[in-house]
């Protein structure tokens, strides 16, 4: 077959998946693939999530302080989420382009491997420059696996279920948050076994992660990136399955809820034809390209704030509390208290996730957040703390499920992964910066400066989603990728 009959053979094929994937309804067997690919996320969250709740055992066993001596201190808690997040900026910024080349489905199996080894590894580190060494390594898989799943969800659920599916996505993966916070209130200051509980908390998402890695090797590659890579007799065939599950699931209602395939006319029959009259593999250089620029710089300047307001609240809790003059035990039990609320916000979501714009839910939860954090910093009665953390667990987690799922939106299939993670890894690298930032400001300005530098940030994240994001909601990802 000639080089443009083959092109043209690819085109059409390509269309075709991508119509039979956005015409599938809601139903159990699409969920079940939702819930398989989102307990990959489950552990990689729990690893991101425990620095805060482990951290008044790492100072309390000397390996690391509360504060640092200088502001690029490499012994004190700082230095742990730094390290952390470095890893997470190189992995998204210079490896998530392998999931585009090489398949999500390989990439999302063997980073979680690489994730579980490090861990444990880790675990056994008595001294603050092996911790960090090896927190930096787990950061690398984690980032390439959090990527691949973003691009990997977004591609296999139908257009009209995909805000729903990142919601209840995130819903999974925040519930690692009060199972973290549990697991250090009952480990962290006591030593199980002869071991100190913070090692035991980490050593829980290792052996996690390994029986997730197991249970998901059913999931499908996708479709649309077999397509594109001229793949089309593999994509089909896993269409034709994914057919015949939700003719299993939908019994004789199938004929009546599955349309007949049709591409799109008009203008988003011109995006269908448009995004695949290009090569098949993509390159950095086309995310400053064209409609790509603009999203490229907005999404990077997002996600260098967002971070600021996420991660400044998520890492700090219990060093805050205990700021707040709260006791080991009972900043402990808050904690915990708090991060049972962190699955719900994403649930709360799944009732108007695909009936409200993307961009303006990223912003009405900034503005929460900015105004819950402010108030935090301003009182230390115990109840009302709670009742704050809650509420800025809750805006934290809508926000990080809404934009998930907007960033996957906006970058055509072959350029999805290197393109979100290189958006991405700008909140990996504020993370670095921004957690010696706010050891600094804690130090001599306590916790209110650090809720009015977390105020500032979200008023950025506003400006930048508000004035120059595009919309997306019920539009094909093909549509709003042109």
Wanted: hydrophobic share 55%; with cysteine.
């Amino acid at each position: 077959m000639s080089a443009p009959m083959h092109e043209q053979s690819t085109q059409a094929g390509s269309n075709a998946i991508a119509a039979r994937l956005d015409r599938l309804p809601s139903c159990r067997s699409i969920w079940t693939r939702v819930i398989l690919l989102s307990l990959g996320g489950f552990f990689e969250f729990y690893d991101m999530f425990f620095t805060g709740y482990i951290g008044p055992g790492l100072v309390r066993s000397h390996i690391l302080t509360a504060t640092t001596t200088g502001f690029f201190g490499t012994t004190g808690l700082a230095s742990f989420v730094a390290a952390m997040f470095s890893g997470l900026f190189l992995g998204t910024s210079l490896f998530s382009f392998l999931a585009d080349r090489l398949g999500r489905r390989a990439i999302f199996t063997y980073s979680l491997l690489w994730y579980s080894a490090a861990t444990v590894i880790m675990a056994f580190q008595n001294d603050a420059f092996g911790l960090n060494l090896w927190r930096f390594v787990v950061g690398l898989g984690v980032g390439v696996e959090l990527v691949t799943i973003d691009a990997y969800l977004s591609e296999m659920v139908p257009a009209q279920l995909r805000g729903r599916a990142f919601a209840l996505n995130n819903f999974i993966q925040f519930s690692a948050v009060p199972v973290v916070a549990f697991a250090a209130w009952m480990l962290v200051p006591r030593t199980p076994f002869g071991i100190e509980g913070w090692r035991c908390v980490m050593l829980i998402a290792a052996i996690g992660a390994v029986f997730v890695w197991w249970i998901r090797r059913s999931v499908p590659e996708s479709p649309r990136w077999l397509a594109r890579h001229g793949r089309i007799a593999e994509a089909e065939a896993i269409m034709d399955q994914m057919e015949a599950a939700v003719r299993s699931d939908l019994g004789a209602a199938f004929d009546e809820q599955l349309p007949p395939v049709v591409i799109p006319s008009g203008a988003e029959g011109a995006a269908f034809r448009a995004s695949d009259s290009e090569n098949t593999r993509g390159n950095f250089a086309e995310i400053w390209k064209g409609r790509y620029l603009r999203r490229t710089v907005m999404l990077s300047v997002f996600n260098l704030f967002q971070a600021i307001g996420y991660y400044g609240f998520a890492n700090w809790v219990p060093t805050l509390l205990v700021k707040q003059g709260i006791t080991l035990t009972n900043t402990l039990l808050y904690t915990f208290l708090i991060a049972i609320a962190a699955p719900f916000g994403p649930l709360v979501a799944t009732f108007f996730a695909d009936k409200i714009e993307r961009k303006w839910q990223i912003c009405g939860a900034s503005a929460l957040i900015a105004i819950a954090g402010t108030l935090f910093g301003q009182t230390t009665f115990a109840p009302l703390l709670i009742v704050l953390g809650i509420v800025l667990t809750l805006s934290n987690n809508a926000m990080s499920f809404a934009y998930h799922t907007y960033q996957a939106e906006l970058y055509p299939t072959r350029i999805r992964a290197l393109a979100i993670g290189f958006v991405y890894s700008w909140s990996r690298l504020s993370v670095v910066f921004s957690a010696f930032v706010i050891a600094f400001i804690l130090e001599r300005f306590g916790v209110a400066g650090v809720f009015l530098f977390i105020s500032g940030a979200m008023a950025m994240v506003i400006a930048a989603i508000g004035i120059f994001g595009p919309k997306t909601r019920g539009l094909s990802l093909e549509a709003i990728s042109e």
